[in-house]
T-cell receptor, first 111, second 113 residues
């Protein structure tokens, strides 16, 4: 079974620029999550989708972050404009039941 | 809201030593509890889980018991190996949290030969 795919693996941008991350979940997984993991901390939920509907986006900074999951499969997370404090690893995860499977993440550095 | 507190690292042990990483949680209702591991250069992987009180999760020699009376889920291994060097995250999933994972801050384990 293929795992959760994320791209790019690494991204360096200047502050105030925009960036987008892509996630392809495991086939058949209805639930998709985006987490932000700042260095030295545990992952924190940004947004949760069930199929193509948003279940929880209460911790998403909506003034600069947006996410979508078209057709209930792939998802993109966008940051516009980026700030220095957005430097982190962005993790995508998917689940069908209780267990969540994680991608390798995208490491974003904002300079 | 839900929260997880785990012991700070780094934890440095010699090979074959006994490992305990403490984890306590706060949640309403009856959450499911997890330990995830992140090896260097790799993504988060589920190590073990427990879904109800007194359940014991186990995998690769690691164990953790869901203790509702103490709201704890401590990770233990009787004899660590160099290959166990990684960052370990305790996490919970609850209905109130719509089943999304709430993570602790992680504990880095370094095992020396």
């Amino acid at each position: 079974e293929a795992g959760v795919a994320q791209s790019p693996r690494y991204k360096i941008i200047e502050k105030r620029q925009s960036v987008a991350f892509w996630c392809n979940p495991i086939s058949g997984h209805a639930t998709l999550y985006w987490y932000q993991q700042i260095l030295g901390q545990g992952p924190k939920l940004l947004i949760q989708f069930q199929n193509n509907g948003v279940v929880d986006d209460s911790q998403l900074p909506k003034d600069r972050f947006s996410a979508e999951r078209l057709k209930g499969v792939d998802s993109t997370l966008k940051i516009q404009p980026a700030k220095l404090e957005d430097s982190a690893v962005y993790l995508c995860a998917s689940s069908r039941t209780l267990e969540a499977f994680f991608g390798q993440g995208t490491r974003l550095t904002v300079v | 809201g839900d929260s997880v507190t785990q012991m700070e690292g780094p934890v440095t042990l010699s090979e074959e030593a006994f490992l305990t990483i403490n984890c306590t949680y706060t949640a309403t209702g009856y959450p499911s509890l997890f330990w995830y591991v992140q090896y260097p250069g790799e993504g988060l992987q589920l190590l073990l889980k427990a879904t109800k009180a007194d359940d014991k999760g186990s995998n690769k020699g690691f164990e953790a018991t869901y203790r509702k009376e103490t709201t704890s889920f401590h990770l233990e291994k009787g004899s660590v190996q160099v290959s166990d060097s990684a960052v370990y995250f305790c996490a919970l999933s609850s209905l109130a949290g719509r089943r999304a994972l709430t993570f602790g801050s992680g504990t880095r384990l370094q095992v020396q030969p």
